[in-house]
């Protein structure tokens, strides 16, 4: 059973950086692609992007200019950052696994706890 | 992006009845349209992929269907615990995009 669990800062002043990790368990963060998504409070979902352990990736055209996303297989953890915070920016940020069959995207069928981060002065 | 609009936004039902939630994309996805239940202070759970497919350990009363640009869930025989918000995504094209919500209240 996969399990997701992420990890960073609460509270994030405007014009910082965000970091986020997600720790994956219980199986290869090899074997799958690894997606952010984000729901701020009383709102619907926003997919970030996408992330491979080799580097490969595909972002939200929406936040494409401030998105990183990184693996590190040694640890097994997803790394997100996120640039230039602002209060619209403010959400619970989860990690979650893309799963693949015939077409070009992915739905997600294992998904983190979710992380509030609040963007405040 | 492509965009999902679900209807109604909310409704209420009574335990035992039988709940339709819709979901219409404004160009055709073909079946790539997963569904999920969400309920407060928790992730999204997936419910349904590829339209139709029940993710294992699903109870079978939740059933979708569709393709093309409109789709639906039905949840026969509602159960108190089927109180949640239910989104609908679509994996045909970039950038993934889920629908709006629809909140699910029983009676």
């Known amino acids: 059973q996969v399990q997701l669990q992420e990890s960073g800062p609460g509270l994030v002043k405007p014009s910082e950086t965000l970091s986020l990790d997600c720790l994956v368990s219980?199986?290869?963060?090899?074997?799958?692609?690894w997606s952010w998504l984000r729901q701020p409070p009383g709102k619907g979902l926003e997919w970030i992007g996408y992330?491979?352990?080799?580097?490969?990736?595909h972002y939200n055209p929406s936040l494409r200019s401030r998105v990183t996303m990184s693996v590190d297989t040694s640890k097994n953890v997803l790394s997100l950052k996120l640039r230039s915070l602002s209060a619209p920016d403010t959400a619970v940020y989860y990690c979650?696994?893309?799963?693949?069959?015939?077409?070009?995207?992915?739905?997600?069928?294992?998904w983190g706890q979710g992380l509030l981060v609040t963007v405040s002065s | 992006a492509l965009q999902l609009t679900q209807s109604p936004s909310s409704l209420s039902a009574s335990a035992g009845d039988r709940v339709t939630i819709t979901c219409r994309a404004n160009?055709?996805?073909?079946?790539?349209l997963a569904w999920y239940q969400q309920k407060p202070g928790n992730p999204p759970h997936l419910l349904i992929y590829?339209?139709?497919t029940l993710q294992s350990g699903v109870p079978s009363r939740f059933s979708g269907s569709g393709s093309g640009t409109d789709f639906t869930l039905t949840i026969n025989n509602l159960q108190p615990e089927d109180s949640a918000t239910y989104y609908c995504?679509?994996?045909?094209?970039?950038?993934?995009?889920f629908g709006g919500g629809t909140k699910v209240e029983i009676k």
């Open positions: 979650a696994r893309s799963s693949f069959g015939g077409f070009l995207g992915s739905y997600l069928d294992y």
């Open positions: 219980g199986g290869s963060i090899r074997s799958s692609y």
């Open positions: 992330v491979y352990y080799n580097g490969n990736s």
């Open positions: 160009q055709g996805i073909s079946t790539a």
């Open positions: 590829d339209a139709s």
């Open positions: 995504q679509q994996f045909n094209n970039y950038p993934l995009t």
